[in-house]
C-alpha cells in the first residue's frame, strides 16, 4: 500500500539527506493517533506501507507528520528557532 504525502512532506524530505539511493526511512504521525517508525518514502512523495501494518491505519487518515529517522551521513537540517 502507497500513501501520497502532502507537499510540505516532500518538500521536508528533499531538503533531508537520503537513507539511500531514492528513499528515505521515515517515522510518521496518523491524524488516527498510529504511529510507524521504519518506513520507507521513495522518490520523497511515498510512503510504503507493508500490507501487514495496513491494518492498523483507519480508511482516510492521512499523514500529519513525518520525521526523517537516518540518512548515509545522519545529518539534520538545522531548525530554525522560534
Known amino acids: 500500500m502507497g500513501i501520497k504525502l502532502a507537499e510540505q512532506w516532500i518538500k521536508l524530505l528533499q531538503s533531508t539527506p537520503e537513507s539511500g539511493m531514492g528513499y528515505h526511512i521515515v517515522k510518521a504521525n496518523f491524524s488516527n493517533g498510529v504511529t ?3 518506513l520507507v518514502v521513495v522518490n520523497c512523495d511515498q510512503i510504503v506501507v507493508p500490507d501487514v501494518v495496513a491494518a492498523s491505519i483507519t480508511k482516510g487518515a492521512e499523514v500529519i507528520e513525518v520525521i526523517p529517522e537516518g ?5 539534520r537540517p538545522e531548525e530554525a528557532e522560534s
Open 36 to 38: 510507524l517508525s521504519g
Open 71 to 75: 540518512s548515509k551521513d545522519d545529518s
